[in-house]
């Protein structure tokens, strides 16, 4: 069987809205990803939560720290059993290393993958980074991730194309997918047949699933659309 290539981003407060949605859709699917808001919220329990009902876990808390700080964070969220966690490569190989470290401890199947610019840095912004380009600084980002022995990246599936690694084992895990015109917050917004065709390894979505009438057939749907 194909791997899952959904996620559904599960950008809620309450336990009642995870809840609702959960109870309509299916952990042969998709898979979840929980991040800073819900988790600070409630901690590894909702991990435990979501997993006792099947549901594999992306935990995107975006960890970016000194290497102990994050070898331990990194330690204490495989020790979850979370399928995927994220950490920031602008930490530098020390820090990545110490990640990969802590997930080959805990958890050895775990992916660890590297955020590059985050999608909301303005060129203002980057300015400090001393590339002109964003899409250079993604480029360095992305081979430092693949060089440390990352399982991959987190980037807009515009990125891909201008990213440098070939290898067919390196994930691309892509936000911003959207069904329709409406790009709500995103620079760009790819629909998830382009996404996959541009080389995304697994798509990252959130309102167009979370806010549709019927999320079960809205994720079939996308299923089918990119078989
Ligand atoms: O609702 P939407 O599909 O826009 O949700 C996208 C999800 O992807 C959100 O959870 C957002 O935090 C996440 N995201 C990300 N990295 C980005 C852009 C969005 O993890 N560069």
């Known amino acids: 069987m194909l791997d899952k290539k959904i996620i559904i981003a599960l950008d809620y407060d309450s336990i009642t809205d995870v809840d609702s949605l959960c109870n309509q859709i299916n952990p042969t699917q998709c898979r979840l990803k929980v991040g800073k808001q819900l988790f600070t919220r409630y901690g ?19 960890f970016h720290d000194i290497p102990t700080t994050v070898y331990k964070a990194c330690r204490a969220a495989f020790d979850l059993g979370v399928w995927m966690l994220n950490i920031h490569i602008q930490g530098g190989e020390r820090m990545i290393k110490a990640a990969l470290k802590a997930r080959d401890e805990s958890n050895p199947s775990g992916k660890l993958i590297g955020v590059t610019a985050l999608t909301s840095l303005n060129n203002d912004d980057l300015s400090i980074y001393n590339f002109n380009e964003r899409s250079s600084l993604v480029n360095h980002l992305a081979l430092k991730a693949y060089n440390c022995g990352m399982d991959g990246i987190v980037c807009s599936p515009g990125d891909i194309s201008k990213i440098g690694i070939s290898d067919d084992d390196f994930q691309y895990v892509t936000p911003g997918i959207r069904l329709n015109q409406n790009k709500d917050d995103h620079e760009q917004a790819f629909t998830p047949q382009d996404a996959v065709k541009l080389g995304a390894s697994y798509l990252v979505l959130g309102r167009a699933v979370t806010e549709s009438d019927n999320p079960d057939a809205t994720i079939k749907s996308i299923i089918k659309s990119i078989d």
């Open 44 to 62: 590894g329990s909702i991990i435990k939560n979501l997993q006792n009902q099947d549901f594999e876990i992306f935990l995107d808390l975006k």
